[in-house]
């Protein structure tokens, strides 16, 4: 994809002001055992909740823009699964502000845009904790991303709409990516991918993803990070 595109998308991304009260996380953000259905799953849950814990205060902390839905961290099975395949899965809410230049382009740039931004992020965060990694019983890694549609962001008389891609990646292709030993053509050509719009499922649009630094670069104005918490 040629450089104007990535970079332009890269400048209209442009995200809502303000942190989020409070010193600590939502509890509520991982998901509670009781919701699991298998004994594997329960299994996964229990062994790794301190770092499903550990990854939900360092998205709170490190990227205070973004919001984990409700039950947005655990170990999800995808709809097409033949067996109880888990991934770890993160859903985070991204509070983007409504520019007509990210509304200008097409939906599969803005969800690309929106995975090379946050995405690739959230599935570095996943591949760092050691246990969920090194766990033979965690067949990948789940990011699902979800921001305002352009046109229906702050305004009363327009029913709010999201659009969010869901992405579902084995470990190793994903450690591949990660390590630059896999191109990100053959990363999304291995991957399962949809784009939702509001509730419609759009399917598999075209998806390619660029290198983007923003969230390890970007500071909120006047955000402190809490005493001891490193990003």
Not at 47 to 57: A, F, G, I, Q, T
Not at 94 to 103: L, T, V
Request: glycine fraction near 6%; proline fraction near 6%.
């Amino acid at each position: 994809m040629g450089c104007w595109i990535a970079c332009s998308l890269a400048l209209v991304l442009a995200i809502a002001a303000g942190a989020p009260a409070g010193a600590a996380p939502a509890e509520d953000a991982v998901m509670p055992l009781g919701l699991y259905t298998t004994a594997k799953a329960r299994s996964l849950a229990t062994s790794h909740r301190p770092e499903l814990l550990k990854l939900n205060d360092d998205i709170y902390h490190c990227m205070p823009w973004v919001e984990v839905r409700q039950d947005g961290i655990g170990f999800r099975t995808p709809r097409w699964a033949q067996r109880d395949e888990r991934y770890l899965s993160v859903w985070i809410l991204i509070d983007q502000h409504d520019d007509g230049r990210f509304a200008a382009v097409q939906q599969e740039r803005r969800a690309s845009a929106m995975f090379s931004r946050y995405g690739v992020n959230m599935m570095r965060r996943m591949a760092a904790l050691p246990g969920v990694a090194a766990d033979p019983d965690v067949y990948g890694f789940s990011i699902v991303l979800s921001w305002p549609k352009p046109g229906t962001n702050g305004r009363p008389w327009v029913e709010p709409v999201n659009e969010t891609l869901a992405l579902f990646v084995d470990t190793v292709t994903a450690l591949e990516f990660l390590a630059r030993r896999l191109p990100a053509e053959q990363f999304t050509n291995r991957a399962k991918f949809f784009v939702f719009d509001g509730k419609v499922e759009l399917g598999r649009l075209p998806l390619e993803v660029w290198e983007d630094s923003f969230v390890e670069t970007f500071k909120l104005k006047d955000y402190q990070l809490a005493t001891g918490k490193t990003c």
